[in-house]
C-alpha cells in the first residue's frame, strides 16, 4: 500500500471516537449561522483534546488517555441512503487529485526506473469519509451515541423552558418507538446544557444569571455559558483571523444534515454508464461525443455485471456527481467561516470541549463501564453458569449442530437490546473507544466465544474483527496480531451476512496493520480479495494499494503492480472517475513501455488516447495514440482500422481548437528519410517509331557505384581537354539525381524553369490502406534579386504573383497494408534564389471499407475521387536527412559527428542550354565488325544557345561522326537506305589483281600523337546550336569484336554560348546496348618474299597471308560472308597485288569455312615517304569484286584509326642516358628493327542475310594489326592462357633492364639470302662425269647499319643421315667468305656446286653468320633458311 499521512496507531483511535449528538434550539442555530457554520461544525476544529486524560478502569486502576478526540454531529432522524453515501464517497475520491508539481517517488527495481506517486490522499480521505459514513447497526456500539447536548441562546425568552423542552424532545427520539434511528449506547443517555452567548449583541449579565439558575437545576457538570460572535459581521474583513474550518467542510460529511434533506441523489444505473460521459469544463451541459467507438462495451477486461445490485448499500457508484460537486465549490468558494469568531472565541470553544470531556463525557464513560462490569459479574455467577450447567445436562456438553441454512439466516438469531451477551460487547466497546485495549481484548474475545456457541454469526465476525484490532493496539504488544480473526471476519460478513459495507472495513484496517509489518503480500491478497462487481470504485481503490503493495516488497514485483494498475485503472473509469484512471493507465505504461509487449502498450496507449480526450487533454490522447500507430503493431487489420479512425478523429478535434495554428506532425506514413532522392531536370521523353532518345539519367535507375565512377572519369576527361589538358581546380562532377549514395556535402545547382524532383519513400506499417490526398511539397525560398536583396518566403503552396516557385500536387496517393510505395513530387522554380524543400503536406485519412470495426458503423464519408475517403486531417511530416558520419581527422574519429546532408537545399540558378538527343535507325544488334551507318540529331529544348558540344567514350573504336570525308556519303536517312555505308568507286576489270593506291592522314581523322582519341568534337555545323534547333548528323557504328552484350556509355558535353559563373557545363548521358554475334575471325602472318624480282630491284618484298574463318553459326540469319576487299594501312608498306587469285573472284565462304589469301607487299617508295609526313598512311586496296571501297576515306579509315588509337597513345621509346649501356641497347634497336614491320590489314566483307524472307545485305571489317615478320597476328582479342605455377627463386637476375644477347628470331631476320639458279639442269654425265652448275647467293642487308657476314660451305656433319638428306654435292672453290655489307646493301657471291649423280639436291646448305660491325661483342648465329633450294639434275 502507499505511505499514509497517519500511521495505523493513529488511524484506528481516529477512526473509532466517542459519538455525542447536538440537539439546538432555532436560536441557538441562528446565531452559529452567523459564521456560516453548524453548531456540530462549529466544534468540529476543536474536537481534538489537547492534553492528556485519566479515567478509572473497573479495578481502579489508573488509565491514560492520548490525543482523544470526540465527533459531535446533529442528530439525523433518517439512516443516510446507500445512494448518497455512494455519491459521497464519489465526490470525495473525484475531489480529491494528485496535487500539481508534485514530485513523484524514482523507484529502480531490475532495469526499471519508476515515477511513482508515494502516497495516494484520494485513498485515504475515501476511507476517512468510510469509515465515517459508516450506519450506526445493532450488532455492536462504536458509533451509538454517548450523550447528547442540548444548545440554547441566552437571547431566548425562557432558555430554561428551552433546556426541557430539548431535553424531552431528545427523550422522545431516543425511547420512543416511532424512531429507530440514530441509535444510542445506553437508555440513560449524559444529558449536557450549553447556554450558547452572542458577546457582540446580548446582554452578559443576562447570560451570567441563567447560567447561573442552570448551574442550581442541572449541576455544575452538567452545563456550560459558550460565549461566542465577540465581534460583528462587518468587522470581519479588517483582520485576518485564521479558517480552521474550510478543511473539515472540504470533505462532505454524512453528518452534515442539510446536503441531504432534499432526498435522495439521482442514481444512473450502471447498465448505461457508458453513454454518459462527464463533463469535466464546470458546464452544465453533458458532453456526447459522436463518432467515437466505445470500445469499453468489448472491453477485453470487462466482466459481466451479475445482476442489478442498486438495492445494496454499496451498489453502483457511477453518480452524476461531477456537476454538482463542481457547483457547491463554486458556491463555497466565497464563504469565510468563522467571520464573527475571535481568536479568543476560538480558546472558548477549545476550552468547552476540554470541560465538556473532563466533566460530563469522561466520568459518564467511566461509570458507565463500572455499572456493565458490575452486571456482568453477578450475572456470570448465577445465570451465565446455570445455563451452561443446564446446556451441558441436556446436550452431553456439545454444542446442538445448525442446518446449513439456519446458519446462513443472519436474520435467524437477533439478541434482545438487554441480552448479557450484548452487554460484554457495549463494555468491550467503552473500552476501545477510550483506548483501554487489554480489556476490550478480553471482553471481545469473551463475547466472541459466546456469539459463535450461538452461531449469531454477524455479532461473531463483529467480535472477532474488533479483537484482532485491539490485539494490535495492546501496549507492550503482548501477543501477535491474530490475522486469521480478521479473515474469518471478512469471510463471515463477506459470505454469510452479505455485508460488504463492514467487510470494507475490516479490509481497510486489517491491511493497514499487516502494511505497518512489513507484510505486503498478505496485505495485496487481502485487498484483491475484495474486488468484486458490485462497487467498481472500491475495486479500483483496492486494486490501486494492493498494486503498491507489490511495488513496496523488498524484491519490487513490478509487472504485478503494472497489472493491477490497469486492472485498477479500468474500475476507476467504469466508475466515472476518469482522472484516476488515466493516472494509472499512464503509472502502468512506464513498466510495458518498450519492453516488446505490444498488444498491451497498444490497450494501453488506446486507453489513455480515450481517457484524455473525454479530459479534453487532446495533446495526450493524440500523442497516445499516435504511439499505437507508429509501433510496429501486432494488432488485427480490423483493430488497427479502428485505432486509425479514432486517432484521425481526436486529431480532427485538435486542429479544429486552433485551424490557423501549425500544421501538425502526422504519424503515418513512414518515411524513409534517408531513401529521398533528388532529381533535377525533365523527365525522359519515351521512344517515338525510329527515334530513340538519349537515355540520359532517371529515377528509374538503380544507383551503380561502378557506373557512375565510370562517368565521372568521362567528364573529367572531357572537361581536362577542354582546359587543355588541366582538370581545374573547381572541378566538381554533375550530379542529375541525389540519394543517398552520392556525395551531397555541397548545395546542388539547379537551373531554372527546369524542374526538380523530389522521390520520397513512404511506408504504411499497418494492415490497413492509408490515402494521402493532396499531397504536395513543403518549402521555403529565398528569391535572389538582382539587387541583391533576400526576400524569404514560406509557403505550402503558391498562390501569390509573381509565382516564384511552382508546386505539382498529387490529388490521390494510395498505399496499400504494409506496402512501400515512391511518391514523386515535382517543383518548377520561376526565379532564381536559394529553396530549402522542408517535408510533405497532406491530408492523412483511411479508404471507408463496408466493415465496420467493434460495432461502430462507418462515418459518412465524403467522396473524393476514386476512393471513398472516412475521414483526413491535414498535417506535415519534415524530411530530415543525417549527413555521413565523418571520419577523416582524429576528432572525428573518436567521436560521433555527421556531416551535412544538402540534396534538400538547391540553388537555383540563371538559365543554361539543354540539350536532348535522339538516335534514328540506331540498331540493337551487330555481327562482329559490323559497320552501320545510324543518324544522331542534337536539339536544344532551352531558350540559350549551346556550344562547344563534345561526345566522349570509353570506347571510340564503336562509332565515328566522319572525318572530313564525310561529306561525300549521303546525308538523309532516307537517301541511305538502298545504299552502302561505305563510299565505294565502280572499277574496270583489269584492275582486279593490281591495289589502287591511296592516302590519308590521320590528323584528318582526330588521331595524331598524344591527342584523346576518346574526347570526340561533334560536327556541329557553325559550331552553335541555337534555341530550338535541330541538327542531324550521320554515325557510323563498328560491332565490337567480341560477342555478347555491350554497354557503350556515351558523354555528351556542352557549354551556353554566354559563360555562367556557376555552371560551367553540362552533359548529357546515353547507354547504348548491343548484342554482338560471330562473324568472321580474321588471322595474318607476313613473312620475307626469297625472290627478288621487284621493279626497283631492291630485296623489300614480303608475302602476307591471311586466314579468314567463318565462325558464324547462322543464329542471325546469316547465309554466306563474301570478301569483298582486302586493304592495306601503313606508314612503309602497302599490298602490292593477290598472290593466290583463284578463277572466280568471289570470295564465298559459308558457315564454318576458310579461305587462305595470300598478298605480296612492297616497300613504299622512298621518296614517297620523305615528302610525307610522319602522319601520313598508304592505304591499297585488293578488290574481289567490281566496286572499289575507299578505304583511305569514312569510315573505313576512321574505324582502322580508331583501332590504331590505343597503338598511337604508348609514348615512343626514350634513348638511355647510361653512355655504358648504351651501344648494346642501340644495337638491340637495330637488330629489332630488322624484324618489324607496321603492315595494318584492312578485310572488308559483305554478309547475305534472309531475315522475314527478305534479304539484307551486312556490311563489315576486320582490322589486323602485323607487328613482327612471321609472328601471327588475330582480328580477334585472344584470351590470356592462366600462367603456370613456378617454382620461388631465391637469387637475384644478373640483369634485369636489357638482355644482352638478342633472340635468335631477331639475329636471322638481319641478313635475308637468296639463291638463284636453274630448276632443272640437264647434264651428259656419260661424257663427263662431274656436273658443275653456277648458282648466285645474294645476301641482302634487311638493317640500316653495316653488317659483317661469314658464308660457310662446309657440312655441317658428315653423319650418313645427313647425306641422305643433302644427297651427295660439293662446293668447289672457297669454303667461306668473309664480307662486309652497308645499310640496306645486296651482295651477289657466285658460286659453283658439283653433282656426280642424277637426282633431287637441296642446295639450302651453306651456313651463314653474321654480326654487326661497329659492335666489339660478336652475335653470331646460323642464318635460317626457311624455304630449301631444290634443284633437278639430269641426265642427258
Not at 44 to 65: A, C, G, W, Y
Not at 438 to 448: E, F, G, I, M, N
Request: glycine share 4%; with cysteine.
Amino acid at each position: 500500500m502507499a505511505q499514509c499521512v497517519q500511521s495505523v496507531q493513529e488511524l484506528i483511535p481516529d477512526s473509532f471516537v466517542p459519538c455525542v449528538a447536538a440537539l439546538c434550539s432555532d436560536e441557538a442555530e441562528r446565531l452559529t449561522r452567523l459564521n456560516h457554520l453548524s453548531f456540530a461544525e462549529l466544534l468540529k476544529p476543536f474536537s481534538r483534546l489537547t492534553s492528556e486524560v485519566h479515567m478509572r478502569d473497573p479495578n481502579n486502576q489508573l488509565h491514560v488517555i492520548k490525543n482523544l478526540k470526540i465527533a459531535v454531529s446533529n442528530i439525523i432522524t433518517q439512516p443516510p441512503q446507500p445512494g448518497v453515501i455512494r455519491k459521497l464517497l464519489n465526490d470525495v475520491v473525484f475531489g480529491s487529485q494528485p496535487a500539481e508539481g508534485l514530485v513523484a517517488n524514482v523507484i529502480t527495481a531490475g532495469d526499471y526506473d519508476l515515477n511513482i506517486s508515494a502516497t495516494t490522499p484520494w485513498f485515504e480521505s475515501y476511507r476517512e469519509s468510510f469509515l465515517q459514513s459508516m450506519p450506526a447497526s445493532d450488532h455492536e456500539f462504536l458509533n451509538h451515541y454517548l450523550a447528547c447536548m442540548l444548545v440554547a441562546s441566552s437571547s431566548e425568552a425562557e432558555p430554561v423552558e428551552q433546556f426541557s423542552k430539548l431535553s424531552q424532545e431528545q427523550h422522545r427520539i431516543q425511547h420512543n418507538n416511532d424512531y429507530s434511528y440514530p441509535k444510542w449506547f445506553i437508555p440513560n443517555t449524559l444529558k449536557y446544557y450549553v447556554l450558547l452567548h452572542d458577546v457582540s449583541a446580548g446582554d452578559e449579565q443576562r447570560a451570567e444569571s441563567i447560567y447561573e439558575e442552570m448551574k442550581q437545576k442541572y449541576g455544575t457538570q452538567g452545563c456550560y455559558l459558550l460565549k461566542i460572535n465577540s465581534r460583528t459581521p462587518n468587522r470581519a474583513s479588517d483582520e485576518q483571523i485564521p479558517d480552521p474550518w474550510s478543511q473539515y467542510l472540504q470533505k462532505n460529511s454524512i453528518q452534515n444534515q442539510e446536503s441531504y434533506e432534499d432526498g435522495p441523489c439521482t442514481i444512473t444505473s450502471n447498465k448505461n454508464s457508458d453513454s454518459n460521459l462527464l463533463s469535466l469544463d464546470g458546464l452544465d451541459n453533458e458532453v456526447k461525443v459522436d463518432g467515437l467507438p466505445n470500445n469499453f462495451r468489448a472491453h477485453p477486461l470487462q466482466l459481466d455485471p451479475s445482476g442489478d445490485s442498486s438495492n445494496s448499500i454499496d451498489g453502483p457508484d457511477h453518480v452524476k456527481s461531477a456537476s454538482s460537486l463542481h457547483e457547491t465549490k463554486k458556491a463555497n468558494a466565497g464563504i469565510i467561516h468563522g467571520a464573527c469568531l475571535t481568536l479568543t472565541d476560538h480558546d472558548r470553544i477549545r476550552q468547552f470541549i476540554q470541560e465538556f470531556t473532563f466533566r460530563g463525557l469522561l466520568p459518564h464513560i467511566e461509570k458507565t463501564i463500572r455499572q456493565l462490569n458490575d452486571q456482568l459479574i453477578s450475572r456470570k455467577g448465577l445465570s451465565r453458569s446455570l445455563f451452561s450447567a443446564t446446556k451441558k445436562w441436556f446436550s452431553g456438553s456439545k454444542v446442538p449442530e445448525k442446518s446449513i441454512n439456519e446458519l446462513k439466516n443472519t436474520s435467524g438469531l437477533l439478541y434482545p437490546p438487554e441480552a448479557p451477551e450484548l452487554q460484554i460487547r457495549k463494555m468491550a466497546d467503552l473500552c476501545f473507544l477510550v483506548q483501554h485495549y487489554d480489556l476490550a481484548y478480553s471482553c471481545y474475545h469473551t463475547a466472541k466465544k459466546d456469539f459463535l456457541n450461538d452461531q449469531a454469526m454477524l455479532y461473531a465476525a463483529g467480535a472477532l474483527e474488533m479483537a484482532a484490532v485491539s490485539a494490535f493496539l495492546q501496549p507492550g504488544a503482548p501477543r501477535p496480531y491474530p490475522a486469521h480473526y480478521m479473515d474469518t471476519a471478512i469471510q463471515t460478513y463477506r459470505d454469510i451476512c452479505k455485508n460488504m459495507v463492514l467487510a470494507e472495513r475490516c479490509v481497510l484496517l486489517s491491511a493497514e496493520i499487516l502494511k505497518s509489518q512489513s507484510k505486503y503480500s498478505e496485505a495485496a491478497a487481502l485487498l484483491i480479495r475484495l474486488t468484486s462487481e458490485d462497487s467498481d470504485l472500491r475495486s479500483a481503490l483496492l486494486l490501486e494499494q494492493a498494486a503498491h503493495c507489490f511495488i513496496n516488497m523488498k524484491s519490487p514485483m513490478v509487472r504485478k503492480y503494472a497489472f493491477h494498475m490497469i486492472l485498477a485503472g479500468h474500475r476507476f473509469s467504469k466508475a466515472g472517475q476518469k482522472k484516476h484512471a488515466l493516472r494509472c493507465y499512464c503509472q502502468a505504461m512506464q513498466v510495458y513501455k518498450g519492453k516488446g509487449w505490444s498488444l498491451a502498450e497498444d490497450h494501453i496507449n488506446f486507453t489513455i488516447g480515450r481517457q484524455s480526450y473525454t479530459l479534453r487533454q487532446l495533446d495526450n490522447a493524440v500523442s497516445a495514440f499516435r504511439h499505437i500507430l507508429i509501433n510496429e503493431s501486432k494488432q488485427s487489420a480490423a483493430q488497427q482500422g479502428a485505432f486509425l479512425r479514432e486517432y484521425l478523429y481526436v486529431y480532427k478535434n485538435v486542429s479544429q481548437l486552433s485551424p490557423d495554428g501549425p500544421l501538425p506532425q502526422l504519424p503515418l506514413p513512414y518515411i524513409n528519410s534517408s531513401a529521398t532522392r533528388v532529381f533535377f531536370g525533365h523527365d525522359r521523353r519515351p521512344a517515338d517509331g525510329e527515334k530513340q532518345a538519349a537515355t540520359h539519367v532517371s529515377l528509374d535507375q538503380e544507383y551503380d557505384s561502378e557506373s557512375s565512377q565510370q562517368w565521372r572519369e568521362l567528364e573529367e576527361q572531357v572537361v581536362s581537354v577542354v582546359n587543355r589538358g588541366v582538370l581545374p581546380s573547381s572541378f566538381y562532377p554533375t550530379q542529375y539525381c541525389l540519394n543517398s549514395y552520392s556525395d551531397n556535402s555541397r548545395f546542388p545547382l539547379a537551373v531554372v524553369e527546369e524542374p526538380i524532383t523530389v522521390e520520397v519513400a513512404f511506408r504504411n506499417p499497418l494492415k490497413v490502406p492509408l490515402l494521402l490526398t493532396d499531397l504536395s511539397l513543403l518549402w521555403k525560398f529565398q528569391p535572389k534579386d538582382v539587387s541583391g536583396k533576400d526576400d524569404e518566403e514560406v509557403k505550402e503552396l503558391v498562390k501569390g504573383e509573381p509565382e516564384m516557385i511552382g508546386t505539382e500536387v498529387i490529388s490521390e496517393f494510395l498505399i496499400n497494408s504494409e506496402e512501400s510505395k515512391v511518391a514523386r513530387l515535382k517543383l518548377f522554380p520561376h526565379h532564381i534564389g536559394e529553396l530549402h524543400i522542408l517535408g510533405v503536406v497532406y491530408n492523412l485519412g483511411t479508404i471507408q471499407g463496408s466493415m465496420t470495426v467493434d460495432g461502430i458503423g462507418a462515418l459518412p464519408g465524403c467522396h473524393t475521387g476514386k476512393h471513398s475517403l472516412s475521414m483526413s486531417v491535414r498535417g506535415r511530416q519534415d524530411l530530415e536527412i543525417q549527413g555521413p558520419r565523418l571520419n577523416n581527422t582524429k576528432e572525428e574519429k573518436t567521436s560521433i559527428k555527421y556531416g551535412p546532408d544538402r540534396r534538400l537545399d538547391p540553388i537555383i540558378t540563371e538559365e543554361m542550354p539543354l540539350l536532348e538527343v535522339f538516335f534514328i535507325h540506331f540498331p540493337t544488334g551487330l555481327l562482329c565488325g559490323e559497320i552501320r551507318k545510324a543518324y544522331v540529331e542534337f536539339v536544344n529544348v532551352s531558350k540559350c544557345p549551346l556550344t562547344g558540344l563534345k561526345v566522349v567514350s570509353k570506347r571510340p573504336e564503336f562509332f565515328t561522326f566522319g572525318g572530313n570525308t564525310a561529306v561525300l556519303t549521303p546525308l538523309s536517312p532516307s537517301a541511305s537506305e538502298n545504299c552502302s555505308a561505305y563510299k565505294t568507286v565502280v572499277t574496270d576489270s583489269t584492275s582486279v589483281c593490281t591495289a589502287l593506291i591511296s592516302s590519308a592522314s590521320s590528323v584528318d581523322f582526330g588521331i595524331g600523337i598524344g591527342s584523346q582519341p576518346e574526347v570526340i568534337p561533334v560536327p556541329l555545323p557553325d559550331t552553335v546550336l541555337l534555341p530550338g534547333a535541330s541538327v542531324q548528323l550521320p554515325m557510323w557504328l563498328r560491332g565490337p569484336d567480341e560477342e555478347g552484350v555491350h554497354e557503350i556509355n556515351f558523354l555528351f558535353y556542352y557549354e551556353s554560348v554566354k559563360k555562367q559563373p556557376k555552371i560551367r557545363h553540362r552533359i548529357l548521358r546515353h547507354t547504348a546496348v548491343i548484342c554482338t554475334s560471330r562473324s568472321l575471325n580474321v588471322r595474318a602472318t607476313v613473312c620475307r618474299s626469297n625472290s627478288l624480282e621487284d621493279e626497283e630491284g631492291r630485296g623489300g618484298n614480303m608475302l602476307v597471308f591471311v586466314d579468314v574463318e567463318n565462325t558464324n553459326t547462322s543464329e542471325a540469319g546469316v547465309k554466306e560472308f563474301h570478301i569483298v576487299q582486302v586493304s592495306s594501312s601503313s606508314k612503309h608498306w602497302k599490298l602490292q597485288k593477290s598472290v593466290n587469285l583463284s578463277e572466280n573472284k568471289d570470295a564465298k565462304l559459308a558457315s564454318r569455312e576458310k579461305g587462305k589469301f595470300c598478298f605480296k607487299a612492297v616497300r613504299c617508295k622512298e621518296e614517297e615517304v620523305a615528302t610525307q609526313s610522319s602522319e601520313k598512311y598508304t592505304f591499297a586496296d585488293i578488290i574481289f569484286g567490281n566496286e572499289q571501297i575507299v578505304s583511305s576515306a569514312s569510315p573505313c579509315a576512321d574505324f582502322f584509326y580508331r583501332s590504331l588509337s590505343s597503338e598511337l597513345k604508348k609514348p615512343q621509346a626514350q634513348s638511355s642516358v647510361h653512355t655504358d649501356k648504351q651501344s648494346i641497347e642501340d644495337t638491340m634497336r637495330l637488330i629489332q628493327k630488322c624484324s618489324d614491320v607496321d603492315l595494318n590489314i584492312v578485310v572488308l566483307w559483305k554478309a547475305y542475310v534472309v531475315e522475314d524472307s527478305k534479304q539484307l545485305i551486312l556490311e563489315g571489317q576486320h582490322h589486323v594489326v602485323l607487328h613482327t615478320i612471321g609472328k601471327e597476328a588475330f582480328s580477334y582479342p585472344q584470351k590470356q592462357e592462366p600462367p603456370e605455377m613456378e617454382l620461388l627463386k631465391f637469387f637475384r637476375p644478373e640483369n634485369t633492364t636489357v638482355s644482352s644477347r638478342p633472340s635468335v628470331e631477331q639475329l636471322s631476320n638481319l641478313i635475308k639470302t637468296s639463291f638463284h639458279y636453274p630448276e632443272s639442269f640437264s647434264h651428259p654425265f656419260h661424257q663427263k662425269s662431274l656436273c658443275l652448275v653456277p648458282v648466285t647467293l645474294l645476301l641482302s642487308n634487311c638493317s640500316k647499319a653495316n653488317v659483317d657476314v661469314i658464308v660457310d660451305l662446309r657440312h655441317k656433319t658428315t653423319s650418313p643421315e645427313a647425306l641422305e638428306i643433302h644427297g651427295s654435292f660439293t662446293w668447289l672453290g672457297q669454303t667461306q667468305y668473309k664480307l662486309q655489307l652497308k645499310s640496306q646493301e645486296i651482295h651477289s657471291l657466285q658460286l659453283k656446286a658439283c653433282f656426280v649423280h642424277t637426282g633431287v639436291y637441296n642446295l639450302g646448305t651453306p651456313r651463314v653468320f653474321a654480326k654487326l660491325s661497329d659492335q666489339v661483342t660478336v652475335f653470331e648465329t646460323s642464318q635460317q633458311n626457311s624455304m630449301p633450294a631444290l634443284i633437278i639434275i639430269n641426265n642427258v
